[in-house]
Every structure is written in structure tokens, then in C-alpha cells.
């Protein structure tokens, strides 16, 4: 399944560098994406969008409502915190891509049972339009002739139906759509993102202001209620 994907890449245009212990990097409209292989379970594949934002020790309020707004929203990517950057990952399970090879399996098969039974009807009917012809002298030979080279092509039609792979019955691009849509989601994931992290320091922001505002008041009326006092 590797070897697939990655021939996926290379046929969508990307260019992998392996990153040892972490898997293949490679570039996307300026982004720095990252395919993440695991040899324990190859039915899962995990793109990753790494250090979208930077994990600073007086943020972690707003990085914490971050992930809360990605993972709460948005329905295939998730957002993680490794080491001092927020990642941002698409894991899709391929189960669905082996589910069709065998449904398109199972289509070949038929097409090839379908095509054999209607190639001996067709010979049965060629057998009996051949005795037809012979028994009333009316078919010539040349119109027999004729008629056995549609039978032949037909056969070769059958057989070249069934040296056709699964990949070609199937359609080899459903592996490479996958991957283009998990790219485009994670771009998307990342406007988000932005657009999350500001709305959220600029309500802390005003939070903060809100905070002050009261503090000030609080500090005036105390202030004025003092003065009351000394003045009785």
C-alpha cells in the first residue's frame, strides 16, 4: 500500500523527501505538508499541516481554545499540540479504497460470465442462422464468412475485457483524489485556524480591557466613599 500512495504523489506532481522517523515531506501552495507512514497499520493515511501556530508559555489560554474551536468544528481535520507547535492532521482509513477493488473485482468477474454466456448465445444463434442459411441455400459464403469474423471479434473483444486489470475497470485516480481533497481540507483547516486564533485573542483582549475597565471603577467608587467619610 505504500508504494501505491506514493506513486499517487509522484503522479499528482509532488516531490516526497523522507524525513527519517517522521515520513515523507513535500510542498503545497508554500506549505510545508508531511505524508506520515506507520508500518503497524497501512490502512490509514495521515497527512499532516505541522507548526501552523507557535506554543508560547503566555498563550497557552488562547492555544487551548484553539484546539477546542478546530476539533469541536471542523469534521476531518484535527488539531494536536506536539512540542512547541500546534499540528494540524487529516487520517482517512483506506478500507473504502480495497472495498471498491474487490467490488470492481466482483464487476470484472460478472462482466466476464455475462460476456461468455452471450458469446454462446451468440454462437448458437450463428450455428442455427448458419443451418437456417444452408438449409435454404439463400446465405452465401461470403455472408457466412463475414458473420464468423463478428463472432471472432467479439471473442477478442471478451478477452481484452478480461486482461484488463482492477486498477483500469476501477479508475487508478480514486487513490490520488483522495489525496488532493485530504490537501485542499488541511488548507482549508489552516484559514480556519488563523481566523479562530484571532477572534479568540481579541476576545481575551477585550476580556482583558472589560477587566480593567471594572477595576478602575471599582478603585473610584472606594475612592469616593472614603472621601464621604473623612468629610463626616
Known sequence: MKEKILEAFRELGFKL??????GYCF???GLNLLYMYNENDEEFLNIALPGIVEVEDDKMLQICALL????STLKYIKAYMLGNSVW??????LIEQREQSRTCSDYAESREKK????LIEQREQSRTCSDYAESRGKKTESQLIEQREQSRTCSDYAESREKKTEGQLCGEEDLM??????????EAGLVFARKAMAEIEETMTNGSSDDDTTESAEEIV????AD???NE
Open 115 to 118: 460476456t461468455e454466456s452471450q
Open 222 to 225: 472606594t475612592e469616593e466613599i
Open 228 to 230: 464621604d467619610d473623612n
Open 68 to 71: 477546542e474551536k478546530i476539533n
Open 27 to 29: 510542498k503545497y501552495e
Open 177 to 186: 483524489t483522495v489525496i488532493s481533497r485530504m490537501i485542499l481540507h488541511l
Open 17 to 22: 523527501e523522507e524525513e527519517e522517523g517522521m
Open 88 to 93: 494540524l492532521f487529516y487520517e482517512r482509513e
